[in-house]
């Protein structure tokens, strides 16, 4: 068998990757630690590595891996912002990555930020639980007639679009590369003047990079909610904060954050969390954040491990690498 290493494993990635593996002929090594310089020594022996969103794949990284004699990077998400393709070029390791595991899945959860915001239905069950029916506060909003800004339209941003159309939203939306003819495309800054909604589903690069920031923000409507399920730094934090102070942002859906690699996916309910600013995120009323879970469903946990391993079985067998990253290749959306 050929050996992987696995890094900041969870219980549920073993759940999925073993009931697949010897299927696929792939030996895996479980590491609960993140992948950076100092834990990278561990995958001796192997020649893959299997990594995911808050590893950190920087150039010194990849020089740990290439001396340990690991061959492939396979990310296990769509994403790979958190990878120096550069480095890994000049390693002669290719990476491969999983580009599209369950859309669906991504979208339904936007909607589920949303409908939550906008009803405060998380606040209702913590008052009923204490036998306290009151409605005071709860007052919401239709979403039936609000306009819908979404920004990238991959399959999980035409999926989130195609969901809010059903529920009756107008829905705008941007992309350097429009790819659904049925979708009103139009200027960024014009869609954050229409919208009541605008939705980030775009990947993190240098063109993304804080593209919701002081100056848009002044752009938009007053009460406007933003969601974001992509990449946390698309967001430059202190500028929303403000502008939720300032009543200018009327809620915030975050089930990314941009420091969240130190945070996510771990429990620090016994510990004073080491962030103010993300304390102060959570300790605002109209603001919902989810720890980067919107993935987190049967089927798209089943398709990431049967694209991992696939993807791992193709290079070991020597086939045509269908998905992976070129250096130069440079994604315009979140698929």
């Known amino acids: 068998m050929c050996k992987a290493a696995f890094f900041d494993t969870k219980p549920y990635d073993k759940i999925y990757f073993d009931s697949m593996k010897q299927a696929y ?11 950076n310089p100092q834990t990278a020594v ?8 299997v990594a995911f969103v808050n590893d950190d794949i920087s150039r010194e990284t990849v020089s740990v891996l290439k001396e340990n004699g690991v061959e492939v990077i396979a990310m296990r998400c769509a994403g790979y912002n958190n990878v120096d393709l550069s480095a890994a070029a000049e390693a002669s390791i290719p990476v491969v990555r999983v580009p599209d595991y369950s859309p669906h899945a991504v979208a339904e959860h936007t909607l ?10 998380h606040k209702a ?11 005071n506060g709860f007052v919401g909003f239709d979403l039936f007639g609000k306009t819908l800004g979404v920004i990238g339209t991959g399959k999980i941003g035409r999926t989130f679009a195609e969901i809010c159309r059903g529920m009756g939203m107008d829905v705008i ?8 003819k049925r979708l009103e495309y139009v200027p960024l800054e014009e869609l954050f003047e229409r919208s009541d909604v605008i939705s980030l589903h775009c990947p993190l690069t240098s063109e993304t990079y804080h593209i919701i920031n002081s100056y848009s923000l002044r752009l938009v409507k007053d009460k406007v909610i933003i969601l974001n399920t ?11 904060i403000e502008a939720i102070k300032t009543g200018k942002v009327g809620g915030a859906g975050l089930d990314v954050y941009e420091e969240e690699s130190e945070f996510f996916y771990e429990d620090f309910s016994e510990s004073i969390l080491r962030n103010d ?5 959570i300790m605002m009323p109209n603001v919902l954040i989810t720890s980067h879970q919107a993935f987190l469903t049967h089927e798209a946990l089943s398709r990431i491990a049967e694209i991992t391993l696939g993807n791992l079985r193709s ?11 070129k250096q130069n290749k440079k994604l315009l959306r979140k698929e």
Do not use: H, Q, W
Request: hydrophobic share 40%; proline share 4%.
């Open 25 to 35: 002929g792939i030996e895996i090594e479980y590491f609960e630690s993140k992948l």
């Open 42 to 49: 561990m995958c001796g022996g192997a020649r893959a590595v």
């Open 112 to 121: 589920a930020l949303l409908l939550t915001l906008v009803r405060k239905t």
């Open 125 to 135: 069950y913590i008052r009923t639980r204490d036998s306290n029916f009151s409605l």
């Open 173 to 180: 939306a941007y992309d350097p590369r429009p790819s659904d």
């Open 230 to 240: 992509s990449r946390g730094a698309l967001i430059d934090t202190e500028a929303l």
């Open 277 to 281: 600013v993300l304390s102060r995120l």
């Open 315 to 325: 290079f070991f067998d020597g086939k045509p690498l269908e998905n992976e990253i």
